[in-house]
T-cell receptor, first 112, second 116 residues
Framework: KQEVTQIPAALSVPEGENLVLNCSFT??????LQWFRQDPGKGLTSLLL?????REQTSGRLNASLDKSSGRSTLYIAASQPGDSATYLC???????????FGSGTQLTVLP | DGGITQSPKYLFRKEGQNVTLSCEQN?????MYWYRQDPGQGLRLIYY???????QKGDIAEGYSVSREKKESFPLTVTSAQKNPTAFYLC???????????????FGPGTRLTVL
């Protein structure tokens, strides 16, 4: 059964720092991996989707990488801002299932 | 505006009562999903539906029921058989699985259910 792990569970950084969030998964047979953002008490917003054949995706200050062989993905946030404070979740779409499997998230706080 | 709406935003239930959470989408998506989120945990799948009049159990379906009579609507009923229903419930939809590599899920704003 696919398992997704995100470490650390929480992270605080000063404004302006570049940072990396980590996601690992146990089964490399996936269609894609997604990074989501969740603000307190809100739904999820999709940030980036990396297909299994891709190595990375970029959107503005965000860059996500995927290494299927090692079962790892990273989300790089450049020049962090207080508005980036949120919980970041990664999810994989296994080839063996129709639904997503989620990690428990990393709660990011960017201090002004 | 296209999107997914969930109502109500907050819901309170007495023990022993059934309650129904609404989820509507106008994205013309075939697939719809219900997830449960507990503090400090990721989302867990309750039920999903790939097409009208068809739905499948997810990982934690016990104590829940759904229907899919219309493409746009996928209501979730939390029954009295669900022993620990207090949680944040999220509905999502996606185009379907013709191109699973590209398929992303879009989420509603959620309903917070509290059992009194």
């Amino acid at each position: 059964k696919q398992e997704v792990t995100q470490i650390p569970a929480a992270l605080s950084v000063p404004e302006g720092e570049n940072l990396v969030l980590n996601c690992s998964f146990t089964d490399s047979a996936i269609y894609n991996l997604q990074w989501f953002r969740q603000d307190p008490g809100k739904g999820l917003t999709s940030l980036l989707l990396i297909q299994s054949s891709q190595r990375e995706q970029t959107s503005g200050r965000l860059n996500a990488s995927l290494d299927k062989s090692s079962g790892r993905s990273t989300l790089y946030i450049a020049a962090s801002q207080p508005g980036d404070s949120a919980t970041y979740l990664c999810a994989v779409r296994p080839r063996s299932a129709r639904q997503l499997t989620f990690g428990s998230g990393t709660q990011l706080t960017v201090l002004p | 505006d296209g999107g997914i709406t969930q109502s109500p935003k907050y819901l309170f239930r007495k023990e022993g009562q059934n309650v129904t959470l609404s989820c509507e989408q106008n994205l013309n998506h075939d697939a719809m999903y219900w997830y449960r989120q507990d503090p400090g945990q990721g989302l867990r799948l309750i039920y999903y539906s790939q097409i009208v009049n068809d739905f499948q159990k997810g990982d934690i379906a016990e104590g829940y029921s759904v229907s899919r009579e219309k493409k746009e609507s996928f209501p979730l009923t939390v029954t009295s058989a669900q022993k620990n229903p207090t949680a944040f419930y999220l509905c999502a939809s996606s185009i379907g699985s013709p191109t699973p590599e590209e398929n992303t899920q879009y989420f509603g704003p959620g309903t917070r259910l509290t059992v009194l």
